[in-house]
Structures are given as structure tokens and as C-alpha cells.
Nanobody, 125 residues
Framework: QVQLVASGGGLVQPGGSLRLSCAAS????????IGWFRQAPGKEREGVSCISLSDGSKNLADSVKGRFTISRDNAKNTVYLQMSSLKPEDTAVYYC??????????????????WGQGTQVTVSS
């Protein structure tokens, strides 16, 4: 059974930092590309960052470059999204997703086979 559980969201002040976690189970992490996506109310889901065996870590959105970093802990079968210098515009529900057999990063939603439940991130003073 393939399962992704996203956690770590919450309320943070502008300029602050937050680390999101995506715990995977039921599959080997190396066989998948893992992506972080976010969706604000009334807006479409957009790619934020991804990690894969061949590409390593890559940002999918220009707005998060230099501020967000994706990483992986194979021992824990967990992918992280470290977010720094947070802005109110970063407020959204953040989702992690897995693309089976994808050794390269992709920002296309349809290429991902499994999705976590999402975790809310709110950036406000």
C-alpha cells in the first residue's frame, strides 16, 4: 500500500522558517520522483520543488528560488521542504506527491501517481 503523509505546517510570521515533512510508506523512495506542490484558495495547484534520483533537488517555481530547499532522508523514507524567508504569498496548502519510475523531476501534476493529504502553511503577522 502506497501512502504519503505530509506534516509540519502551521502559522509563521513573515521572514520566518518552517520545515515540512513527507513520510512515504509502501514503496522504495529511490524508485520515485517526489514533488512538493501548493494550492491557495481559488487558485490552481502549482509545483514548488522536486527531488529525483537523476536530477537531485530542483525548484519548480521562480518565486521560491533561494528560499526553499528540498531534501531526502533515505533511512527514514522521508522528504523534507525547508522554507525560509517566508512571505504572506507563500500561504497555501502544501502537498507532497510521488511519480513512480520517474528518475527526473517534473512539474506536471498528471505525472504524479500518489498524493499526500496536504498541510496548511499560513504566513501572517
Amino acid at each position: 500500500q502506497v501512502q504519503l503523509v505530509a506534516s509540519g505546517g502551521g502559522l509563521v510570521q513573515p521572514g520566518g522558517s518552517l520545515r515540512l515533512s513527507c513520510a512515504a510508506s509502501g514503496f522504495t523512495l529511490d524508485d520515485y520522483a517526489i514533488g512538493w506542490f501548493r494550492q491557495a484558495p481559488g487558485k490552481e495547484r502549482e509545483g514548488v520543488s522536486c527531488i529525483s534520483l537523476s536530477d537531485g533537488s530542483k525548484n519548480l517555481a521562480d518565486s521560491v528560488k533561494g528560499r526553499f530547499t528540498i531534501s531526502r532522508d533515505n533511512a527514514k523514507n522521508t522528504v523534507y521542504l525547508q522554507m525560509s524567508s517566508l512571505k504572506p504569498e507563500d500561504t497555501a496548502v502544501y502537498y507532497c506527491a510521488a511519480a513512480r519510475g520517474a528518475y527526473y523531476c517534473s512539474g506536471h501534476l498528471h505525472e504524479y501517481d500518489y498524493w499526500g493529504q496536504g498541510t496548511q502553511v499560513t504566513v501572517s503577522s
